[in-house]
């Protein structure tokens, strides 16, 4: 470019001052708004987004119908992204490879010919492999496109036209669903089935103030291309429906096979939508060697056109309901479809909308199309008995006719003022064929005329009257119901409707092979379980360290632990550390403190009565079912005051209570004086004054106090000189009672 000396004033661009913030918002809007309205969200009336609309217009324009041959996908991914659609060519072609995957989409827009991918996860070959042609749901989507029936809008370079909706005599939005993140938002609505949808909406018209509720008695869920089972009651539904949003939860199919001998292996026919076959499998078969299935043998897939995953059990003792109850808490077995029916409405504004909006809308679609093409159709029929009565005009006149053709230079102006024609007319009569000068062709005409004529009295009895455009459309949705509903093989419901289903009792027992064992706690605070109930004399500890504690029990039973922190900490028997070493550091398992220490281990009983004391003398009764921890950390029951320590945990059984102090004083008091409570301090159980608890026993009255005297068991028969209140002091205990001022 030519210098021509430096810019003159008018000449400089104008510079507009603006706030940074206003700048960045006002750009963000304006993607965010391109985003929801030109790629994510599907238009309410046709289910489709611009890039799967375009597909089809292409596809359409290239005369890729059902009954026509297949063409390359390149050719057509190459026209979208050409004339249409000015984006990658990666994602027009994965667009068009979901419309033609079976497993994705419930009823296919396209037909693809060669590797389109599959339900394990493998992508399509590459588009220049691939060939394609439409389906006839495609074409019933597109019906009516020649008709006016919807608006045109210039493609983005201005040099063609593309349809700003679909006709969509099918309802593709809810027969297929759709799927997107926009900016801000999404949408995933599932698939449903296309008679259930027709039903609604023949209903819908018939009722127009019907709500969704009784909608949902036509449309009883979604009904997805993979099958599988939906779980949720009517209610759950309904209310999903209702508010346009919600969770859906759908599991995998499975059957009972017999192999005899009482063996068996399940058999999974259907898996959810959206899983890849070929994950879930590595999933289970992880879960399997990291132990966390132990009901589970083996999988192995045996699948071939059809799903079928064979789970073998690990023994015929395992209850199938059970197995599949853990698998289906474990895995994608069972998934939740996050339903969230956000749509763009005919003015292209976001909405979510309930089952009934979704259905109305298109409806109203449905009818402004019919208007649209009846009105079209009108125009045809008033251009054609316009020619039609020129026609007739030319054989009433017919030798006069031929003499200003042959006669005239320019016929056109004389015949139309001699015979009051309209230039159109004149025009056709001139480009008539001469074969079509019989008598026979008159009569022809005439016969066309009066159908058209009342062909045009119907379009205008249509138009006036909304009955008539009902029963219209109540006809189109009965030939797509017809065309594509339960009777087809295509339209046969998949889904299974099972409702919401009864939970499986899962006891810990059921998931863990039950195991004789004894569990082993050192002074030093180390823990082992050893296999079997075997005794403890002939155990090993670290230099310095000794046995503490030890219970025989099972795998599956809890080993509840009791700290001077006045917490209750709970370990499961299958995961304390096994083997002939040492064991482990109690606090690897549990989140104990360094200044607390373990003053009791037992095996937790449910419903079981237990008394927590401690130093001080204060206690109270707990139950035992609510002493289980949910955390490492524990639960914390016994709350004490400053440099005071939980000391002991006892069974509470019996109606008398014995309490003795390092002091030497003995006590004894009703057991009902002593409160049960969830948590809390407690109340004094024995006064001391500078000494602190010793032991506590509970015992029947009638049967009197037993305790270890020289090298048996002595039974007090009358406790009478220690009775007294709780919180007394007491007096000291009968001749022979144990130094140690212990009950055992």
Aim: some cysteine; aromatic content about 6%; hydrophobic content about 40%.
């Amino acid at each position: 470019m030519a210098y021509n000396g430096p810019m003159t004033e008018q000449q400089m661009p104008k510079i507009q001052e603006q706030q940074l913030a206003d700048a960045l918002s006002e750009r963000y809007l304006a993607y965010a708004l391109s985003t929801i309205v030109a790629r994510s969200l599907p238009d309410v009336r046709d289910g489709l987004k611009p890039v799967h609309r375009r597909l089809m217009w292409a596809m359409r324009q290239l005369k890729l119908d059902p009954d026509k041959g297949f063409k390359k996908c390149a050719r057509v991914v190459g026209d979208v992204i050409g004339k249409y659609h000015p984006h990658g060519d990666s994602s027009v072609y994965d667009a068009m490879v979901r419309l033609a995957q079976d497993f994705a989409v419930r009823y296919p827009l396209v037909d693809g010919q060669g590797n389109f991918g599959n339900i394990d996860g493998d992508g399509a070959a590459a588009m220049r492999y691939t060939e394609a042609r439409l389906t006839p749901v495609a074409l019933a989507l597109m019906d009516g496109l020649d008709d006016n029936s919807v608006d045109f809008e210039p493609t983005y370079d201005g040099e063609d036209e593309e349809p700003v909706v679909m006709p969509a005599a099918f309802p593709n939005l809810l027969a297929n669903g759709s799927n997107g993140i926009a900016v801000g938002m999404a949408t995933n609505i599932p698939p449903h089935n296309v008679g259930e949808v027709c039903d609604a909406a023949l209903y819908l018209l018939k009722h127009p103030d019907t709500s969704t509720e009784r909608l949902v008695d036509f449309v009883l869920g979604p009904d997805f291309p993979t099958g599988g089972v939906l779980v949720e009651d009517k209610a759950s539904i309904v209310k999903v429906y209702t508010e346009g949003r919600g969770a859906l939860r759908i599991r995998a199919k499975w059957e009972r096979e017999d192999l005899g001998h009482g063996q068996y292996q399940i058999v999974i026919t259907e898996i959810p939508y959206g899983v890849v076959k070929s994950d879930l499998i590595m999933k289970i078969a992880k879960l399997l060697s990291e132990k966390k299935l132990p009901l589970l043998a083996d999988i192995r897939d045996e699948s071939a056109e059809s799903v079928r995953i064979v789970l073998e059990p690990k023994s015929r003792l395992v209850i199938p309901e059970q197995l599949m109850e853990h698998l289906f808490k474990n895995s994608d077995l069972q998934v939740n479809f996050n339903l969230n029916m956000n749509v763009l409405t005919a003015n292209h504004t976001p909405k979510v909308m309930s089952l009934a909006e979704v259905i109305s809308c298109w409806l109203a679609h449905r009818e402004e199309v019919l208007i649209r093409r009846s009105n079209f159709r009108l125009e045809k029929i008033a251009h054609r008995m316009e020619l039609l009565q020129g026609f007739l005009t030319a054989y009433l006149n017919l030798d006069r006719v031929i003499e200003i053709i042959r006669n005239e230079d320019d016929p056109k102006p004389l015949m139309m003022q001699e015979f009051k024609l309209s230039d159109a007319q004149v025009e056709a009569i001139l480009n008539m064929k001469l074969r079509s000068l019989r008598k026979l062709e008159e009569q022809q005409l005439r016969n066309e005329f009066e159908e058209l004529a009342l062909e045009k009295a119907g379009l205008e009895n249509l138009l006036a009257d909304e009955g008539l455009r009902k029963n219209k459309l109540a006809e189109e949705i009965k030939q797509i119901q017809k065309d594509f509903g339960p009777k087809t093989a295509l339209g046969k419901r998949r889904t299974q409707i099972a409702g919401a289903v009864a939970e499986v009792e899962m006891s810990i027992e059921t998931l863990i092979e039950k195991e004789a064992i004894t569990v082993v706690l050192s002074k030093q605070g180390w823990i082992r379980a050893l296999k079997g109930n075997t005794g403890t004399d002939d155990l090993k500890f670290k230099e310095g360290d000794s046995l503490a504690f030890s219970v025989n029990t099972y795998t599956t039973d809890h080993i509840m632990l009791f700290a001077t922190n006045g917490r209750f900490y709970s370990i499961l028997g299958n995961n304390i550390t096994g083997g002939r070493g040492f064991g482990e550091p109690i606090r690897l398992s549990i989140d104990l403190p360094e200044d607390a220490d373990i003053v009791e281990m037992f095996v937790f009983k449910p419903d079981q009565k237990l008394l927590v004391a401690s130093q001080s003398g204060k206690g109270f009764i707990v139950d035992s079912n609510n002493i289980i921890a949910q955390t490492r950390a524990g639960k914390i029951i016994l709350n004490l005051a400053d440099k005071d320590k939980a000391y002991l945990c006892r069974e509470a059984n019996g109606d008398s209570v014995a309490v003795i102090g390092n002091n030497r004083k003995l006590l004894v008091f009703k057991a009902a004086e002593i409160p049960t409570m969830a948590r809390g301090s407690g109340v004094m159980l024995q006064r001391y004054n500078g000494a602190r608890l010793s032991d506590v026993k509970f015992f029947n009255w009638a049967e009197g106090l037993p305790y270890p005297s020289g090298n048996g068991i002595h039974i007090e028969p009358d406790m009478t000189l220690w009775l007294g209140k709780r919180a007394a002091v007491g007096h000291f205990p009968p001749v022979g009672f144990p130094r140690n001022n212990k009950f055992k």
